[in-house]
């Protein structure tokens, strides 16, 4: 039988930072239906995610660079150890610095550039590697995206280029873990008023903007990732993979 049933099952969440971050409306949602999760997080974030993390039931955080090869080591050795296998791998961190999210696009330079790749995509990549070995099979893979990355949004810039990059993983990379039944989607959402959309010129007026162009006229919330995410760990979507999914209230579907 088919159902939400999660209990015992075991995530790996990259990304929570604060209260308004996806990841951590994801994490308490996969808690609630019985997940036991080990969160990376960065250093600059620790005080903040620590005590989030705490607040779940049985659950840890762990400091990791995802740039940085021997923090990764570090991080699965830790997550082989208490864990042994897992079942999902939630991917929702990014990055560019804020002077390369205005302007124009060709202003990047090639380090801002490669930064912001090996965060926001690559990253992606490293984490399926790793975490290949130690998943289950019918495991779930959701990385984060946004419409930016088919789409040209002032003042997102880089950040489009690079979810563009993750869109194209999240596919190779489905086919690459096919075998074990394991499956890879990105989850691409609406603007929420997070601490990374702080960083995005205008985000204020696309937010008030975006509710007012959608079908359903309203915005989306942390939650409705959150519960996208659920699904997407639950045998419900043993045969979706490889895909981009929209929860943006429709937005996607219009043509301003």
């Given at each position: 039988?088919?159902?939400?049933?999660?209990?015992?099952?075991?995530?790996?969440?990259?990304?929570?930072?604060?209260?308004?971050?996806?990841?951590?409306?994801?994490?308490?949602?996969?808690?609630?239906?019985?997940?036991?999760?080990?969160?990376?997080?960065?250093?600059?974030?620790?005080?903040?995610?620590?005590?989030?993390?705490?607040?779940?039931?049985?659950?840890?955080?762990?400091?990791?660079?995802?740039?940085?090869?021997?923090?990764?080591?570090?991080?699965?050795?830790?997550?082989?150890?208490?864990?042994?296998?897992?079942?999902?791998?939630?991917?929702?961190?990014?990055?560019?610095?804020?002077?390369?999210?205005?302007?124009?696009?060709?202003?990047?330079?090639?380090?801002?550039?490669?930064?912001?790749?090996?965060?926001?995509?690559?990253?992606?990549?490293?984490?399926?590697?790793?975490?290949?070995?130690?998943?289950?099979?019918?495991?779930?893979?959701?990385?984060?995206?946004?419409?930016?990355?088919?789409?040209?949004?002032?003042?997102?810039?880089?950040?489009?280029?690079?979810?563009?990059?993750?869109?194209?993983?999240?596919?190779?990379?489905?086919?690459?873990?096919?075998?074990?039944?394991?499956?890879?989607?990105?989850?691409?959402?609406?603007?929420?008023?997070?601490?990374?959309?702080?960083?995005?010129?205008?985000?204020?007026?696309?937010?008030?903007?975006?509710?007012?162009?959608?079908?359903?006229?309203?915005?989306?919330?942390?939650?409705?990732?959150?519960?996208?995410?659920?699904?997407?760990?639950?045998?419900?979507?043993?045969?979706?993979?490889?895909?981009t999914i929209f929860v943006d209230a429709g937005f996607?579907?219009?043509?301003?």
């Amino acid at each position: 039988m088919t159902n939400f049933n999660l209990e015992n099952k075991k995530a790996i969440i990259f990304g929570i930072a604060n209260e308004q971050s996806v990841a951590w409306g994801i994490a308490k949602l996969l808690n609630e239906n019985g997940v036991q999760i080990i969160a990376g997080y960065q250093e600059r974030n620790e005080e903040t995610a620590q005590k989030l993390i705490s607040s779940l039931d049985g659950c840890s955080g762990i400091k990791c660079d995802v740039t940085n090869d021997s923090d990764l080591d570090d991080f699965f050795q830790i997550v082989q150890k208490e864990f042994g296998t897992i079942d999902f791998l939630i991917h929702s961190i990014a990055f560019a610095k804020k002077q390369f999210l205005t302007g124009k696009f060709f202003e990047v330079d090639r380090a801002g550039y490669q930064t912001s790749q090996a965060v926001s995509a690559y990253s992606l990549v490293e984490l399926t590697k790793r975490a290949y070995s130690l998943m289950n099979e019918e495991g779930s893979i959701i990385a984060m995206t946004y419409l930016g990355s088919t789409r040209v949004s002032p003042g997102y810039n880089v950040m489009g280029v690079c979810k563009a990059s993750l869109e194209a993983s999240v596919r190779y990379l489905a086919n690459d873990v096919g075998n074990k039944q394991i499956r890879v989607n990105a989850i691409s959402f609406g603007p929420i008023k997070t601490l990374a959309a702080s960083g995005i010129t205008g985000f204020e007026e696309k937010h008030k903007k975006q509710a007012e162009l959608t079908p359903l006229k309203r915005n989306i919330t942390s939650e409705d990732v959150a519960n996208l995410s659920l699904f997407l760990c639950s045998n419900l979507s043993k045969n979706i993979t490889g895909q981009t999914i929209f929860v943006d209230a429709g937005f996607n579907i219009m043509t301003n």
